[in-house]
């Protein structure tokens, strides 16, 4: 993946902005002439719980692939833990990143998304214990011992020598939720978990985000259509429409006492 040539001037804010895990600096994204983020700002807390809520198509997916490196922000700077993911700092400008940086970045992040992923061809236990031992060098009979302790959190303790293909889809979104989590990531990104499940199996994953929620010390950007679980799980609620952030507060202001028609349409169809 490439991206622009050109350089950017490093802001003089650069330096302090390492108080957000997460920054969006005046993100533009575009698909051709579609125009599907503008000039996005936002700012993730350590720590912080952000839900993401929206209409189909105002750009929450979009939000989230460039976090995940999936997609290049056509401008703006995307920070994670003050360090931009698409660009290096050299000589007091912003080029282009390698791969290296941006894996480097991008590692602090936890993702999980609606396909599961995980490896069909191995146990759960190896599921979880393979980027521990490959890509963080954990040591074998310490990375099992902290992948036991995960899976123990999410309940599938009894699960440690199935293949993926045993397991419900609830179950197996489970295993990529205590994959992510065993990483230690400063921020987890949850994008949609549950929208590829049977209806009968999204309360045991969201049960089990809201217990990470609730125990852990990490952020969330939680991209979700699950309102309930937004206003439970969320310390902040992010309401996006077309491409923009229409209306951001806390769950009680922002469910209670909308204040744009936007977000108050929005919100009728949930009642
Ligand atoms: P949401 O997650 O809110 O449903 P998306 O971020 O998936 O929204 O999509 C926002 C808009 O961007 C939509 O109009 C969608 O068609 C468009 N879009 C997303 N990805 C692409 C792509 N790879 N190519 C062209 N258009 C895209």
Redesign the pocket.
């Known amino acids: 993946m490439s991206i622009q040539a050109e350089k950017i001037e490093v802001p003089a804010s650069m330096a302090e902005s390492t108080e957000s895990i997460v920054r969006y600096k005046k993100i533009c994204k575009s ?1 051709d002439e ?1 125009e ?1 983020l503008k000039e996005l700002d936002l700012d993730i807390a350590p720590g912080e719980k952000v839900a993401v809520i ?1 209409p ?7 939000l989230a692939r460039l976090l995940m490196t999936l997609e290049e922000p056509t401008s703006g700077v995307i920070e994670v833990d003050g360090q931009p993911l698409w660009h290096k700092e050299v000589n007091g400008e912003l080029v282009p990143a390698d791969q290296k940086h941006m894996r480097k970045v991008r590692s602090n992040i936890g993702m999980v998304f609606q396909q599961f992923n995980l490896f069909p061809h191995m146990t759960i236990i190896r599921n979880v214990t393979e980027a521990l031992i490959h890509v963080q060098k954990v040591p074998k009979q310490k990375a099992i011992s902290e992948a036991k302790q995960m899976l123990d959190k999410v309940g599938l303790s009894d699960k440690l020598d199935n293949y993926p293909e045993q397991l419900s889809g609830g179950q197996q979104q489970r295993v990529a939720i205590a994959r992510a989590l065993v990483l230690k990531p400063k921020i987890m990104l949850f994008d949609e978990v549950t929208s590829a499940l049977d209806p009968m199996l999204v309360g045991e994953v969201l049960g089990v985000i809201k217990d990470i929620a609730k125990t852990g010390d990490m952020a969330m950007l939680l991209i979700t259509h699950e309102m309930d679980f937004a206003r439970d799980v969320a310390d902040r609620i992010v309401f ?1 429409d077309e491409g923009s952030i229409v209306e951001h507060g806390p769950p009680k202001e922002i469910f209670e006492n909308p204040k744009t028609e936007k977000l108050q349409n929005f919100l009728s169809r949930f009642l």
Request: glycine fraction near 24%.
């Open positions: 698909f579609v599907v929206g189909s198509g105002s750009g929450k997916t979009t996006f």
